[in-house]
């Protein structure tokens, strides 16, 4: 707090209008994935089952691990942000590589062909367009996992220490909106 | 500079009560008097529905006059009363709002809007729901006619007409009720409720008839459907009012040259009896009892307009001049060197059965195509496309 | 009140660096260069869709083909004209007038995110030349609105470009919504309460609060769509177990909201310009902002108000009365507006001209939308030349008009030169009286049984479209007199002092136009943007032209009233 204090008005202003920007862009964003979820019950509603008769369900043991690794990888973000950063975003990271590798196994698998074709391809528009967010972010958080190991934020310069908070939020962000899909996509 | 000395309420307080009287009166029946142009602007009533409905908008017509002139006469009053005269460098009163004038615009507002919701929702209820003894049509939208079946089973024969007099796979056919009349126009009578069950061949069209005040989207996919009960006797356009392609605007009932009445209308007869004679027992006869010569029946498959044809083509035997396609006169000399290798009669058939496959130069592709299976959109039996291309190998030219 | 407090203005800063032409072409994160160059991209983009427009008048003034070649030529028409002139010409034009005044109006120096707002301009032209493009692959020539299966199975590359196009302009549009939010929320000067910000601002924020939950649906839409057409999946194609309402229900609801992105805008430059006009406080202030809001919120719940002959019978009930609600708020603004005229001093500048036009033309908009609520009414005039008449109120009569207003009332500002106002009176009259003959009769011809998006029509029509096609030729000739008005004001016109309108908000508090920093130190508002008939905002009128120069609107007081502005009082 007291490196807060050594900014000049304008900087405390930008750095105030980059925490603002994030959680308006994230609220904004995160209705695609709403959206999304929606175009999935509508699809499904023309159904009289879903998955639809002939269609073999997903599997859910594996991808269930995949988002409890997730979830556990917001835990370590959150660790991170406040002590041992590089340990443990390193080890965030891991977690998600396991959660995308997962996820990417069950989207090569999946039936999109004949009676499956909605069933299928619904799953990999949602599952892709997650998948994305996710290999973006974790690639920004790996950029501040470097800049960490180099010493870059020593200093406490809030108007550069504030990516580290900007990043987690993001990942907090693929976070939610997985959990969103899984909900849709497993449970319903 | 003192500008206490302008009084904020002298401007507007000159208005006397009566003056307020008189422009609440005149609103009001300024409005009355739009809501009476309402049936002058409308199609003549010609359903049921359109009276509750004319009658609701004359309604809706009355108020949203009302307001018109309000809003109008506010501004204009104003505009004229509070101009700033030459010279008059002074600012207006300085008043920020008046809590009971904001409640009192927000309120009445509110009611009106209840108001039009209750009875909306009253004609609504009505206009839509599921009538006694309806007359059902299944009717197919297709880029960019329309067609329309009429079940014919045993109970439906023309009168004289007995089952022992029919062919026995014809006579299969309507014991199985699986024999369906097919016309491009819709015909039903005075006082029928009407429930058209709807579906489209290829992309959305919308079924609307003017006249009714009805409208209701074909959906690819799904089955909607649609009811009326028309009142007046008559012919009503039926029109498509969802985009649907290049010929869109073309899936309208039109009328030709000579006065005829060409594609999609609805045919509102005085009474069953004139439904029957003039409509349906000629259609069904003509099904039952078809005539020996393919050439004579092809004209007359042609000749009835169960078919669109008529609308697009030149058939000089048949008084026919649509403008959209190629010009039908001598066309057997012409298909049999359009394609090498191609008989005339093979090429027609590809023709009809799919339009798109061969196009004459300098025309779009723009025909429907109709198909041989029963149940689909456009059908065309191959009995009845063997009678049309034997009679179209014989047109000659004028 | 012997002694009037007024707030500190500005400093004065004529010198320092200016922005010239060769500043429009190229990137820069000014604000108000950004600004400027959101306005002329869109106001381009206004010119085609109306060439667009005119070939569609002029095809309409026979019942049959003329000029086209078939319907598709027809339909590529009004799909691109519809398409450009919602997202390539208001909705960038109204960003372009937010981004151009927010910071000013807020006492600020630049938008939050000056690199992000150049970022999201430098979409739209790529967006818009995407589009064109289309006419090289077969334009799309399914409507704006573009239902499948028509715009996936049935139609050309176009469809493909139409749907990436949008995709850019709805990814810029959300970046451009962050920006006024988070300047909104965080860059107001000190004193300026949510509740002293000029209506404008308001309008902005209510805007942005819609672009941003409701656009992110046009992109799932537009992804599927794309999806379908590209990649091959079927999920619009009822053939392999695909839905055709679905577009339809994800489409309307951003594209609902949009009509209130477009509209809500010019709300708020009305509310600016009638104020200072009538030189007399708005009527209900909060009413007005929050009514805002409300329409905003109720806004998206209406979207299926746009399927009544799709959706399913028992659903349309509940979307008619959601819609009808939608009345109330905006019934209020009208109001309210009428109250800022009576007992004001009405001085009748271009800009007050076209405010009024707005507020009477508007009107008739706003009633039609309730008639299209009632269900049973809706159901006859579904898609045809009513609903075109209707949307052409609400969107020319309202959101042009309140641009046109906002023109005359800001370009003196944006330019430092005043705009004719004699031209701008026959621009006016002409645009008034030519755009009400253009679209009135349509609410008949749709009544009587014209349908929309067609190029042939029954032959009874035919009168009452050539008043409307030629009303139409009259109203596309009077944008020229703004555009010659432009070019002749800026090489000749009058200079324009600080605060010609002698009005109350930020942005006049600084030199026309406004230097690179907008403002030299940070100003303090006048306590009331509003405050007109007062002592002491006279006192601070007077003031500013004390420092600046004088006004067009004279002041009150005599000349040798003016004293300087006593130092602010702290």
């Known amino acids: 707090m007291n490196a807060e204090h050594s900014l000049s008005r304008d900087e405390r202003i930008a750095l105030q209008n980059r925490k603002t920007g994030i959680t308006v862009f994230q609220i904004s964003w995160i209705m695609v994935f709403v959206c999304l979820c929606i175009v999935n019950l509508q699809i499904r509603s023309n159904f009289p089952s879903w998955p639809p008769a002939g269609v073999a369900a997903l599997d859910r043991i594996l991808p269930t691990i995949a988002t409890l690794a997730l979830i556990a990888s917001g835990v370590t973000t959150q660790r991170g942000v406040k002590g041992d950063l590089v340990t443990q975003w390193r080890i965030a990271l891991g977690l998600g590589i396991v959660f995308t590798l997962i996820m990417f196994a069950q989207w090569v698998t999946v039936d999109t062909g004949g009676l499956g074709a909605q069933y299928g391809t619904i799953f990999r528009v949602m599952v892709a367009y997650h998948a994305v967010h996710a290999v973006v972010i974790g690639w920004i958080m790996w950029g501040v996992v470097k800049k960490a190991a180099r010493g870059d934020y020593a200093d406490g310069n809030p108007l550069k220490t504030w990516i580290i908070e900007g990043a987690a939020r993001l990942w907090y962000f693929v976070i939610a909106a997985w959990v969103l899909f899984y909900i849709v996509l497993y449970i319903v | 500079m003192n500008l206490s000395t302008r009084s904020p309420g002298s401007a507007g307080s000159g208005i006397s009560p009566i003056w307020v009287v008189a422009a609440g009166l005149a609103i009001i029946f300024g409005g009355l008097l739009i809501g009476s142009f309402a049936p002058a602007i409308l199609p003549p009533q010609a359903s049921a529905e359109s009276r509750q409905i004319d009658a609701l908008f004359r309604f809706m017509l009355a108020i949203g006059g009302s307001i018109f002139l309000l809003v109008q006469g506010m501004l204009v009053y104003s505009v004229i009363r509070f101009r700033a005269k030459p010279g008059d460098a002074s600012d207006g009163a300085p008043i920020h709002g008046n809590t009971t004038l904001e409640f009192v615009w927000t309120i009445i507002p509110a009611i009106i809007v209840t108001v039009l919701a209750l009875y909306s929702v009253s004609v609504w209820n009505s206009t839509h729901s599921i009538k006694p003894n309806e007359q059902t049509v299944g009717a197919v939208g297709a880029r960019y006619a329309w067609t329309f079946n009429y079940q014919l089973d045993a109970r439906a024969l023309p009168s004289g007409v007995t089952l022992d007099q029919l062919e026995p796979n014809i006579r299969a056919a309507v014991e199985n009720g699986g024999l369906t009349l097919s016309s491009t126009q819709l015909h039903t009578w005075v006082n029928q409720p009407v429930a058209v069950s709807m579906n489209t061949q290829d992309v959305n069209h919308a079924f609307w008839i003017p006249g009714m005040r009805v409208k209701q989207d074909l959906l690819a996919g799904r089955t909607t459907e649609i009811r009326f009960t028309p009142i007046e006797a008559g012919v009503y356009r039926i029109v498509c009012a969802e985009l649907c392609g290049s010929g869109h605007g073309n899936m309208a009932g039109s009328v030709d040259v000579n006065g005829n009445l060409v594609g999609a209308w609805l045919i509102v007869h005085e009474s069953e009896d004139a439904f029957r004679s003039e409509f349906f027992d000629p259609l069904a006869r003509a099904a039952l009892f078809p005539p020996e010569d393919p050439v004579e029946r092809g004209r007359q498959i042609l000749a009835s307009g169960v078919y669109p044809c008529a609308s697009c083509h030149v058939v000089d035997d048949l008084g026919w001049n649509g403008a959209v396609g190629p010009n039908l006169n001598n066309v057997g000399s012409r298909a049999a060197t359009r394609v090498a290798g191609e008989s005339a009669e093979e090429y027609l058939r590809i023709s009809i059965r799919m339009p798109g496959a061969y196009l004459v130069p300098g025309y779009n592709n723009l025909m429907p195509q109709f198909n041989a299976e029963p149940g689909q959109p456009n059908y065309m039996p191959d009995d009845d496309l063997d009678a049309i291309i034997a009679y179209l190998l014989t047109l000659k030219t004028s | ?570």
């Open chain 3, 1 to 570: 009140m012997a002694t009037i407090s007024v707030p500190l203005i500005g400093g004065r800063a004529v010198e320092g660096k200016r922005f010239g032409i060769s500043d429009i072409l190229r990137w820069t994160v000014d604000h108000k260069v950004i600004g400027i160059q959101y306005m002329l991209t869109a106001s381009f983009f206004f010119i085609v869709g109306g060439a667009l427009a005119m070939l569609i008048r002029w095809e309409l003034l026979t019942p049959t083909l003329d000029i086209m070649a078939d319907g598709q030529q027809y339909n590529q028409l009004f799909s691109i004209h519809g398409t450009v002139m919602i997202f390539l010409w208001i909705v960038p034009m109204m960003a372009g007038f937010g981004n151009y005044l927010l910071p000013l109006m807020l006492g600020a120096k630049d938008m939050a995110f000056p690199w992000l707002n150049a970022f999201a301009f430098w979409l739209i032209p790529p967006a818009g030349i995407l589009m064109l493009m289309g006419w090289f692959v077969g334009q799309a020539e399914a409507g704006w609105t573009s239902y499948p299966p028509l715009s996936t199975l049935y139609s050309l590359d176009g469809q493909t470009l139409w749907a990436m196009s949008l995709h850019l302009l709805g990814l810029s549009s959300i970046l451009g919504a962050v920006n006024f939010i988070v300047t909104i929320k965080n860059m107001r000067p000190v004193g300026m309460g949510y509740f002293q910000m000029p209506l404008f601002v308001w309008a902005i924020l209510a805007t942005s609060i819609i672009i941003l939950m409701a656009t992110p649906f046009l992109a799932g839409a537009l992804t599927l769509l794309i999806l379908d057409r590209v990649v091959g999946t079927q999920f619009f194609n009822p053939a392999q177990g695909g839905d055709v309402l679905l577009w339809q229900n994800v489409f309307w609801f951003y594209s609902h909201p949009a009509v209130y992105i477009m509209v809500l805008p010019a709300f708020g430059i009305l509310s600016e310009v009638l104020s200072v006009h009538a030189r007399k406080p708005i009527f209900g202030y909060r009413a007005i902002a929050l009514s805002s809001l409300a329409i905003a919120l109720v806004g998206f719940t209406v979207w299926a108000h746009h399927m009544f002959t799709s959706l399913t019978p028992e659903l349309r009930i509940p979307f008619m009365i959601t819609s009808m609600i939608i009345a109330v708020p905006t019934g209020i603004k009208v109001f309210s507006w009428l109250g800022t005229l009576f007992m004001g001093k009405i001085r009748f500048t271009s800009a007050m001209l076209f405010g009024l036009g707005f507020l009477s033309m508007f009107v008739i908009g706003g009633i039609s939308g309730v008639m299209l609520a009632s269900v049973p009414y809706n159901i006859h005039v579904h898609d045809t030349y009513f609903v075109v008449s209707h949307l052409h109120f609400v969107l020319y009569g309202g959101s042009v008009f309140g641009i046109y207003a906002g023109l005359y009332h800001w370009f003196p500002k944006i330019s430092g030169r005043m705009l004719d106002e004699r031209l701008g009176r026959l621009h006016f009259i002409v645009t008034y009286i030519s755009f009400f003959f253009t679209f009135f009769p349509q609410h008949i011809l749709g009544m009587s049984g014209m349908p929309r998006r067609v190029a042939v029509y029954a032959p009874e029509y035919q009168s009452l479209n050539v008043v409307v096609s030629i009303a139409s030729f009259i109203l596309g000739i009077s944008t020229f007199i703004l555009i010659w008005n432009v070019i002749v004001s800026l090489r000749a016109g009058k200079r324009a002092s600080a605060n010609p309108w002698r009005a109350l908000t930020l942005e006049w508090a600084t030199s026309s136009p406004p230097p690179v920093t907008n403002f030299i130190g940070d100003p303090v508002p006048y306590r009331n943007p509003y405050g007109y008939g007062s002592e002491s905002a006279n006192a601070y009128l007077n003031a500013l032209e004390s420092a600046y120069g004088p006004s067009e609107h004279p002041s009150p007081d005599a000349p040798k009233a003016i004293k300087p502005a006593p130092a602010a009082g702290d």
